[in-house]
């Protein structure tokens, strides 16, 4: 896209990313689309799986970490019987066992899985080591020792039943492999299994439902297209929200603290409702607007002060935003 042609739009895309698609190459493609001049995402999609991936554009870019962190859902296809060497469709058939699974067994043993537990990640992954992915020292036949990592799986439960391959629901912290999951699943059932299909349903307190697909874009006019994006401060609205008056709003803009004291006398807070997030917050923060309910930015609230940590360009001129909790 020919930089003239990009606008510095701001907002977040609920974007249903389709099968075989990069979460890059869809992320240009949406780029081009809204004729955005500045683009990121909120944590990849592998190409084997579709669903929700958010995408941030302008000063949405600068919240974008508040998704990362959160807790994620997805639906999985398991296929039992055949494990690969990705633990996923795209790898070779290692090896094939006989199925004898009954439904109550299988639902037995997704309870086992169910809490706190340590996960080694898979070669075929973007981790790095040496400072090269392991992806790519698992193509050239390569394995090399990887530290276990502490992931958390909130929910499992069955959503359709098939003696060979059954679909699940997944809720689960960040940094969980779901083909992972599925490799110990079918390991602990005795048969083997490895991922078959995998579509993402949500991130944090957004839902596949919100979302909109790239041929649904493509068929809207450009200004159709940008009022399918949320509002920036859509990814903070687990936050409690403040409002200041002109003057603290002022020194905030400008990147100084404000007395929490004064604040607490000026501002309405509201908290509200969203999954639970698997890495707690270790200080507070809050999402801080101006009187007209424009976002001005997030700061730290702690020891007295609000502490400005990420601020909105241009938050004098911006239009107010749309209410979110």
Same mark, same amino acid.
């Given at each position: 896209?020919? *930089? ?25 493609? &949406? ?35 508040? =998704? =990362? ?27 094939? *066992? $006989? ?26 992954? $973007? ?59 079918? @390991? ?11 579509? *993402? ?15 649904e874009l493509e068929k809207l006019e450009l200004a159709g297209r940008r009022q399918?994006? =949320? ?8 936050? @409690? ?7 603290? $709003? ?8 404000? &007395? ?10 509201? *908290? ?22 424009? =976002? ?30």
């Amino acid at each position: 896209m020919r *930089r003239a042609a990009a606008d510095p739009i701001d907002g977040v895309l609920a974007l249903d990313k389709p099968l075989g698609v990069s979460s890059n190459l869809a992320l240009q493609a &949406a780029r081009r689309l809204l004729q955005a001049r500045k683009a990121g995402h909120t944590g990849t999609l592998d190409p084997l799986a579709s669903g929700l991936l958010p995408l941030t554009f302008g000063e949405a870019t600068k919240f974008s970490a508040d =998704l =990362l962190e959160a807790d994620k859902e997805y639906q999985a296809t398991l296929e039992l019987g055949v494990t690969t060497s990705t633990g996923d469709a795209e790898g070779h058939v290692l090896e094939r *066992r $006989a199925v004898d699974v009954v439904r109550a067994q299988f639902e037995a043993v997704l309870l086992r899985f169910v809490g706190q537990q340590q996960q080694v990640p898979p070669m075929h992954s $973007a981790l790095k080591h040496e400072g090269r992915p392991l992806y790519e020292l698992a193509r050239q036949g390569q394995e090399v020792e990887r530290a276990p990592r502490s992931v958390r799986i909130a929910r499992l439960a069955l959503v359709e039943w098939d003696g060979h391959r059954p679909k699940i629901e997944v809720e689960c912290s960040k940094g969980t492999y779901v083909r992972v999951l599925v490799q110990d699943i079918g @390991a602990a059932l005795g048969c083997g299994a490895h991922l078959q299909a995998l579509r *993402r349903t949500r991130v944090g307190h957004l839902r596949l439902e919100q979302a909109t697909s790239l041929a649904e874009l493509e068929k809207l006019e450009l200004a159709g297209r940008r009022q399918r994006l =949320l509002p920036v401060d859509f990814l903070l609205a687990s936050l @409690a929200r403040v409002t200041l008056d002109e003057g603290a $709003a002022t020194r905030f803009g400008h990147g100084q603290r404000v &007395a929490r004291s004064q604040a607490e006398v000026l501002a309405r807070e509201e *908290r509200v409702s969203t999954p639970a997030q698997s890495t707690p917050v270790q200080l507070p923060r809050v999402r801080v607007y101006d009187a007209q309910g424009r =976002l001005l930015g997030v700061a730290r609230d702690g020891a007295g002060w609000l502490e400005p940590t990420r601020l909105v360009a241009q938050a004098g001129t911006q239009a107010p935003v749309r209410a979110n909790g």
